[in-house]
């Protein structure tokens, strides 16, 4: 018989072996909390029984790198060591940390990145393959251990592809003055697999990139509100297959994750606005995918994979999921919603002209035949449309405005908040109001004119909260206006924050439909490919 597949079992007791998959529910019940189960390629069988080797000869003689489990001796130790504290539920990233501490255990040493500002390190196979990038948080930009120079407060990292939290322990990892220590520290760091790539996104000019690759980059910055997504966060990935980054060939990988998440909502930073990518409407299959997206089940996840996550973390992920599945039902494609997003973008229609200038920079000079020139000339897209997506309001100016407010724009402009004079400022009411220990909704006949309390919300008369928004106490209609910080959403009880997203879907909804974002969708000519 043949199997497909093979369970592959580590504990300390056990080592590495195969087992058919067959034998693996009786294994489960057999052995205890340390064990682990991969499932592993049989093609890979080989590979790993000669690493298994090496495994367990390290291990007759010191302690284990293999430990995946969570009970490790704190003891001068300088051997090198590894475990998961994130992300156990996936089978690949099991099998990623697995093979790093193969490599690790047969006394490969990291190697330091030069590029990027924190402390990143390639972690290779004995064969000299490329299987991860560690970036332990202490070396993170501005963080206590970085060893190039930004020092500072502490950081904490999030990442794609495949990527564990983990504990990692080994004399190639920079410490600050390190002669002074018997051992090496344990470090918390993100273990991510490695991308082959020659080239970040910064590196080439955009039109080589896949719209579907920009598409799954965009959509999944929207959903963690990605206050950094820079080009050279994008690594282009090697493909000797196609013709070497012909228009619209080349792949995509998302890295750093690290400003994913903020506890506050706060500014994104979006590269991918400027290309042209993203003013081509959504495919089918990605409205499918969006339509799909459970805000709550993933936060569901998030809390029970990444305890440490904050709750207002966790908000922001639902708040601008919510916020992606109704725009782009109502026919947004990602130009307008990251628009939406971006204080900067709505304060005038720069970014939107640069948009189209980027979209063209460089471009155009490559242009030979008459031919590539219509084509050309068909993707300056429809500048009045471009413009209209300026006009939207945006995310936080929606969250910030009171419902009379958030109404459709009968002059679909708006001006930053922080740039309003006095006398509109003062307009600005909140959209919750405190008052005495109520925190209450603030226009009068409208459904959503109740109370926290009315509406089981258990508004307890702490004084900080604002309708949960937690700001400074002396919180003012005023100063909220003047503002320019995120909001947090963390203090909200349970009650409050199913209110408030209530109203937030509602104002939502009025906005999307009465915007004329939708009409950013099926404005590029069929001529258009990628
Ligand atoms: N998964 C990966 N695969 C391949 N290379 C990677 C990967 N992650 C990071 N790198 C490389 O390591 C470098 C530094 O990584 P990263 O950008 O995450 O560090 P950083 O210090 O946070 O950078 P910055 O703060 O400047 O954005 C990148 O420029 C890239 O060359």
């Given at each position: 018989?043949?199997?497909?597949?093979?369970?592959?079992?580590?504990?300390?007791?056990?080592?590495?072996?195969?087992?058919?998959?067959?034998?693996?529910?009786?294994?489960?019940?057999?052995?205890?909390?340390?064990?682990?189960?991969?499932?592993?390629?049989?093609?890979?069988?080989?590979?790993?029984?000669?690493?298994?080797?090496?495994?367990?000869?390290?291990?007759?003689?010191?302690?284990?790198?293999?430990?995946?489990?969570?009970?490790?001796?704190?003891?001068v130790?300088t051997?090198?060591?590894?475990?998961?504290?994130?992300?156990?539920?996936?089978?690949?990233?099991?099998?990623?940390?697995?093979?790093?501490?193969?490599?690790?255990?047969?006394?490969?040493?990291p190697?330091p990145v030069s590029?990027g500002l924190g402390g990143a390190y390639?972690?290779?196979?004995?064969?000299?393959?490329?299987?991860?990038?560690a970036k332990p948080v202490d070396e993170e930009p501005l963080a206590f251990n970085n060893p190039k120079g930004f020092r500072g407060a502490d950081a904490?990292?999030?990442?794609?592809?495949?990527?564990?939290?983990?504990?990692i322990s080994h004399v190639g990892f920079h410490v600050n003055g390190a002669e002074n220590i018997s051992a090496p520290p344990w470090k918390i760091a993100?273990?991510?697999?490695?991308?082959?790539?020659?080239?970040?996104?910064?590196?080439?000019?955009?039109?080589?990139?896949?719209?579907?690759?920009?598409?799954?980059?965009?959509?999944?910055?929207?959903?963690?509100?990605?206050?950094?997504?820079?080009?050279?966060?994008?690594?282009?990935?090697?493909?000797?297959?196609?013709?070497?980054?012909?228009?619209?060939?080349?792949?995509?990988?998302?890295?750093?994750?690290?400003?994913?998440?903020?506890?506050?909502?706060?500014?994104?930073?979006?590269?991918?606005?400027?290309?042209?990518?993203?003013?081509?409407?959504?495919?089918?299959?990605?409205?499918?995918?969006?339509?799909?997206?459970?805000?709550?089940?993933?936060?569901?996840?998030?809390?029970?994979?990444?305890?440490?996550?904050?709750?207002?973390?966790?908000?922001?992920?639902?708040?601008?999921?919510?916020?992606?599945?109704?725009?782009?039902?109502?026919?947004?494609?990602?130009?307008?919603?990251?628009?939406?997003?971006?204080?900067?973008?709505?304060?005038?229609?720069?970014?939107?002209?640069?948009?189209?200038?980027?979209?063209?920079?460089?471009?155009?000079?490559?242009?030979?035949?008459?031919?590539?020139?219509?084509?050309?000339?068909?993707?300056?897209?429809?500048?009045?449309?471009?413009?209209?997506?300026?006009?939207?309001?945006?995310?936080?100016?929606?969250?910030?405005?009171?419902?009379?407010?958030?109404?459709?724009?009968?002059?679909?402009?708006?001006?930053?908040?922080?740039?309003?004079?006095?006398?509109?400022?003062?307009?600005?009411?909140?959209?919750?109001?405190?008052?005495?220990?109520?925190?209450?909704?603030?226009?009068?006949?409208?459904?959503?004119?109740?109370?926290?309390?009315?509406?089981?919300?258990?508004?307890?008369?702490?004084?900080?909260?604002?309708?949960?928004?937690?700001?400074?106490?002396?919180?003012?209609?005023?100063?909220?206006?003047?503002?320019?910080?995120?909001?947090?959403?963390?203090?909200?009880?349970?009650?409050?924050?199913?209110?408030?997203?209530?109203?937030?879907?509602?104002?939502?909804?009025?906005?999307?439909?009465?915007?004329?974002?939708?009409?950013?969708?099926?404005?590029?000519?069929?001529?258009?490919?990628?």
């Amino acid at each position: 018989m043949r199997f497909n597949k093979m369970a592959v079992v580590i504990d300390q007791n056990h080592g590495f072996k195969p087992f058919k998959r067959s034998q693996r529910c009786r294994l489960q019940s057999l052995t205890n909390f340390d064990v682990n189960i991969l499932d592993i390629d049989q093609t890979n069988l080989s590979s790993l029984k000669k690493a298994f080797e090496v495994v367990k000869f390290h291990r007759s003689f010191s302690s284990p790198c293999f430990s995946l489990a969570t009970r490790v001796e704190e003891e001068v130790d300088t051997t090198p060591r590894i475990e998961i504290l994130g992300g156990h539920g996936a089978p690949r990233v099991r099998a990623l940390v697995v093979e790093v501490a193969i490599a690790l255990a047969s006394g490969v040493d990291p190697i330091p990145v030069s590029s990027g500002l924190g402390g990143a390190y390639i972690l290779r196979s004995r064969n000299g393959n490329n299987i991860a990038l560690a970036k332990p948080v202490d070396e993170e930009p501005l963080a206590f251990n970085n060893p190039k120079g930004f020092r500072g407060a502490d950081a904490w990292p999030t990442c794609v592809p495949p990527t564990a939290l983990v504990r990692i322990s080994h004399v190639g990892f920079h410490v600050n003055g390190a002669e002074n220590i018997s051992a090496p520290p344990w470090k918390i760091a993100s273990l991510q697999r490695f991308v082959e790539h020659e080239f970040d996104a910064g590196e080439l000019g955009s039109s080589g990139f896949s719209v579907a690759s920009v598409h799954q980059i965009a959509i999944f910055d929207v959903r963690v509100l990605n206050l950094d997504r820079h080009a050279g966060n994008i690594l282009v990935i090697k493909n000797d297959q196609k013709e070497k980054y012909a228009a619209g060939a080349a792949e995509l990988v998302p890295i750093d994750h690290g400003l994913c998440l903020p506890e506050w909502l706060d500014d994104p930073y979006f590269e991918w606005l400027h290309w042209p990518q993203a003013l081509v409407p959504f495919s089918e299959s990605e409205l499918v995918y969006i339509s799909n997206l459970d805000p709550f089940k993933d936060a569901e996840l998030l809390r029970s994979e990444l305890s440490s996550l904050r709750e207002s973390s966790i908000r922001v992920l639902v708040l601008c999921t919510i916020f992606l599945k109704q725009a782009a039902a109502a026919g947004l494609c990602l130009a307008g919603i990251g628009k939406m997003m971006t204080r900067e973008s709505c304060s005038g229609e720069e970014n939107a002209k640069e948009a189209i200038v980027n979209a063209s920079d460089g471009e155009e000079d490559n242009i030979d035949s008459r031919e590539e020139k219509d084509e050309f000339e068909l993707f300056q897209f429809d500048k009045e449309t471009v413009h209209t997506s300026a006009d939207v309001m945006h995310l936080h100016q929606l969250l910030q405005s009171p419902p009379e407010i958030a109404k459709p724009p009968k002059i679909a402009k708006f001006s930053p908040v922080r740039s309003l004079p006095r006398s509109q400022d003062e307009e600005l009411s909140p959209l919750f109001e405190e008052t005495g220990h109520e925190v209450k909704t603030r226009n009068d006949g409208d459904e959503s004119n109740r109370t926290f309390k009315e509406n089981g919300g258990d508004s307890n008369g702490d004084d900080s909260k604002q309708g949960g928004l937690t700001r400074s106490k002396s919180y003012s209609v005023r100063n909220r206006a003047c503002e320019s910080e995120g909001i947090s959403f963390g203090d909200l009880s349970e009650g409050e924050w199913k209110l408030f997203l209530e109203c937030f879907e509602k104002l939502l909804l009025e906005v999307l439909e009465s915007s004329k974002c939708g009409s950013l969708k099926h404005r590029l000519g069929t001529s258009c490919q990628f």
